[in-house]
């Protein structure tokens, strides 16, 4: 039987803070109107994070007066993947970054072939 990790909302939102404190600063200061929020529940079973906005490399001169894009990094499927806690702190870090790179254009098929 699978143990579960447990990590209260704060102590995950920690981690999820201290993965963004990862992204280099050149990229983290071109990061233009998107928010990272943590919820508990994804929408469909084994979804880890989900980038919901329009790409920086799709914005033209029509984008502007618009909501901010968002990143949602979920919680209890991430943990429920995760053996450990470093397999926490790990695969945080690896769902936020793979998310940003979605802010920033980079699809599925090319975040695969540089290993993320």
Same mark, same amino acid.
């Given at each position: 039987?699978?143990?579960? &990790? ?29 928010? &990272? ?13 989900? %980038? $919901? *906005?329009?790409?920086?490399?799709? !914005? *033209?001169?029509? %984008? ?5 894009? $968002?990143?949602?990094? %979920? !919680? ?16 945080? !870090? ?8 979605? $802010?920033? *254009?980079?699809?599925?098929? !090319?975040? $695969?072939?540089?290993?993320?």
């Amino acid at each position: 039987m699978a143990v579960v &990790i447990e990590l209260s909302r704060d102590a995950f939102e920690d981690l999820v803070a201290e993965a963004l404190d990862t992204i280099p600063s050149d990229l983290a200061e071109v990061m233009n109107n998107v928010v &990272i929020l943590v919820e508990d529940d994804a929408p469909e079973p084994g979804l880890l994070g989900l %980038y $919901h *906005g329009v790409p920086l490399t799709d !914005r *033209g001169d029509w %984008y502007g007066a618009v909501l901010p894009d $968002h990143i949602s990094i %979920y !919680r209890r499927e991430i943990l429920r993947i995760c053996d450990t806690f470093e397999d926490v702190v790990d695969e945080v !870090r690896i769902t936020v970054v793979h998310e940003i790179a979605h $802010h920033f *254009g980079i699809d599925d098929e !090319r975040l $695969h072939e540089l290993g993320w």
